[in-house]
Nanobody, 117 residues
């Protein structure tokens, strides 16, 4: 079992930045089994969208909507994944959920990001 706790969401104005954090905890075997960590988001009335993920080797992948503005990083020593979001836009408003992949997928509860124009 892996537990995920997100933080860093909030209300910002367009053009501002936020950094989301997601800390994973659980048994040593579960933590060591984490292959990928990443973020999805879901805006009201829209489908869930994969934003970015990072492998245990540090390889990253971004949705087109995130390229150039968002950066995903991972601190393996802290079992934490971060999502730095720059130049936020109102259309980035959503609930952002982190996830990790071991032999299954674990999800966090989500953190609200609201960007005002």
């Amino acid at each position: 079992q892996v537990q995920l706790v997100e933080s860093g969401g909030g209300l910002v104005q367009a053009g501002e930045s936020l950094r989301l954090s997601c800390a994973a905890s659980g048994s040593i075997s579960s933590i060591n089994a984490i292959n990928f960590m990443g973020w999805h988001r879901q805006a009201p009335g829209k489908q869930r969208e994969l934003i970015a993920f990072i492998s245990s080797a540090g390889t990253t992948n971004y949705a087109d909507s995130a390229k150039g503005r968002f950066t995903i990083s991972r601190d393996s020593a802290k079992n934490t994944v971060y999502l730095r979001m720059n130049d936020l836009k109102p259309e980035d408003t959503a609930v952002y959920c982190c996830y990790v992949v071991t032999s299954r997928v674990y999800w966090g509860q989500g953190t609200q990001v609201t960007v005002s124009s």
